[in-house]
């Protein structure tokens, strides 16, 4: 259905800043334009798209709401506009980034171009960096291990959505350096393999199909691990599968840890708790998640036990993965950013 679509923002007193948001006609940024347009603290100036120039968003997402024209890319200015969210696929996203940063203005990167910190991992998975001046610069942005660092930063690079839940699923545990060896078992909505690809797998998005994919090495594995080394892990070896399942949106991880030490069931959890007590957007639960408890939030619900015939350390995280995978984590980290209270416009 429709939202009803106001040509005036819902603003609560002066903007805290003008906002852009580049790559607009995909899911992840026209779900983060709708989010800026319906903060109450950040006005909505700009969007653009490589794609669907000249349409207006509310036309091509109905259902969001927002009444701007997608502007072209290359006639881009970034004067009036403080910060800006960028939804380009990695390789288009630095060089838009870098000139944003020439101009002064704070960004929130939604690709991978500024995750990983190896610029030779980096060329690896990805070709070459179309600003790697940048990478020292850029913080990771999964708030709930750098928030801080967020906060003084002027570069933030969002986690793509699996390193999202499966470092959230699996940070207490590294912290503690208990893993020596890892699974991920990865289930994405297939608006999880963007725009263009969701309308190949109509399969999938008619619900009759499931599919594993990467298995031969998905991109986001040497993230995850490289997080997971920053949060004191060793080098655990990893296994990371991801699969596509018959829904729009929502993400699952189901994590298997070989622990260096027996623990018990009260003893992770509590570790957890611990970990989380204070987290406003993580939500420790009694039983494995479902997608669909967490569907339009930012929040990541997460459960832990052990395996009494393995030993193996379980651990399983729900997000949504348009949403904390990609568009309301970058709001949240906007918002740290700009000073503003984390939860604002996605609370």
């Given at each position: 259905?429709?939202?009803?679509?106001?040509?005036?923002?819902?603003?609560?007193?002066?903007?805290?800043?003008?906002?852009?948001?580049?790559?607009?006609?995909?899911?992840?940024?026209?779900?983060?334009?709708?989010?800026?347009?319906?903060?109450?603290?950040?006005?909505?100036?700009?969007?653009?798209?490589?794609?669907?120039?000249?349409?207006?968003?509310?036309?091509?997402?109905?259902?969001?709401?927002?009444?701007?024209?997608?502007?072209?890319?290359?006639?881009?200015?970034?004067?009036?506009?403080?910060?800006?969210?960028?939804?380009?696929?990695?390789?288009?996203?630095?060089?838009l980034v870098a000139s944003l940063r020439e101009a002064?203005?704070?960004?929130?990167?939604?690709?991978?171009?500024?995750?990983?910190?190896?610029?030779?991992?980096?060329?690896?998975?990805?070709?070459?960096?179309?600003?790697?001046?940048?990478?020292?610069?850029?913080?990771?942005?999964?708030?709930?291990?750098?928030?801080?660092?967020?906060?003084?930063?002027?570069?933030?690079?969002?986690?793509?959505?699996?390193?999202?839940?499966?470092?959230?699923?699996?940070?207490?545990?590294?912290?503690?350096?208990?893993?020596?060896?890892?699974?991920?078992?990865?289930?994405?909505?297939?608006?999880?393999?963007?725009?263009?690809?969701?309308?190949?797998?109509?399969?999938?998005?008619?619900?009759?199909?499931?599919?594993?994919?990467?298995?031969?090495?998905?991109?986001?594995?040497?993230?995850?691990?490289?997080?997971?080394?920053?949060?004191?892990?060793?080098?655990?070896?990893?296994?990371?599968?991801?699969?596509?399942?018959?829904?729009?949106?929502?993400?699952?991880?189901?994590?298997?840890?070989?622990?260096?030490?027996?623990?018990?069931?009260?003893?992770?959890?509590?570790?957890?708790?611990?970990?989380?007590?204070?987290?406003?957007?993580?939500?420790?639960?009694?039983?494995?998640?479902?997608?669909?408890?967490?569907?339009?939030?930012?929040?990541?619900?997460?459960?832990?036990?052990?395996?009494?015939?393995?030993?193996?350390?379980?651990?399983?995280?729900?997000?949504?993965?348009?949403?904390?995978?990609?568009?309301?984590?970058?709001?949240?980290?906007?918002?740290?950013?700009?000073?503003?209270?984390?939860?604002?416009?996605?609370?």
């Amino acid at each position: 259905m429709a939202r009803s679509v106001n040509s005036q923002q819902p603003l609560s007193g002066d903007p805290a800043a003008r906002v852009l948001v580049a790559g607009a006609s995909g899911y992840a940024g026209a779900l983060a334009a709708r989010l800026t347009w319906n903060h109450p603290r950040l006005e909505l100036v700009r969007t653009t798209a490589r794609t669907d120039a000249g349409a207006r968003l509310d036309h091509l997402y109905p259902e969001n709401g927002v009444p701007l024209t997608l502007e072209e890319p290359e006639r881009l200015d970034p004067a009036g506009v403080e910060a800006a969210i960028v939804a380009y696929p990695h390789g288009a996203s630095a060089p838009l980034v870098a000139s944003l940063r020439e101009a002064g203005v704070k960004v929130v990167d939604l690709s991978a171009d500024f995750r990983l910190r190896d610029l030779d991992l980096y060329g690896r998975w990805y070709g070459e960096h179309g600003a790697p001046e940048l990478i020292a610069e850029a913080v990771y942005g999964l708030t709930e291990l750098n928030r801080e660092r967020i906060r003084e930063a002027d570069l933030v690079a969002n986690p793509g959505c699996y390193p999202t839940a499966s470092v959230l699923a699996l940070a207490p545990l590294a912290q503690a350096g208990l893993i020596e060896d890892l699974v991920i078992d990865a289930q994405s909505g297939v608006s999880g393999a963007g725009r263009a690809a969701a309308e190949r797998l109509r399969g999938v998005v008619d619900g009759d199909d499931s599919m594993a994919y990467g298995v031969a090495g998905h991109r986001h594995r040497p993230e995850i691990s490289q997080e997971l080394q920053a949060l004191g892990s060793n080098d655990a070896p990893l296994t990371f599968v991801p699969h596509l399942l018959p829904f729009d949106q929502g993400e699952l991880v189901s994590c298997y840890a070989r622990t260096s030490r027996p623990l018990e069931p009260g003893e992770i959890a509590e570790l957890y708790r611990a970990r989380y007590a204070d987290e406003p957007f993580v939500e420790m639960v009694d039983e494995p998640p479902g997608v669909a408890a967490v569907r339009e939030t930012n929040l990541c619900r997460i459960h832990v036990t052990v395996d009494a015939e393995s030993g193996r350390a379980l651990a399983f995280a729900a997000i949504d993965n348009l949403w904390k995978g990609a568009a309301s984590q970058a709001i949240q980290n906007l918002n740290l950013m700009l000073g503003l209270p984390e939860g604002e416009g996605i609370s």
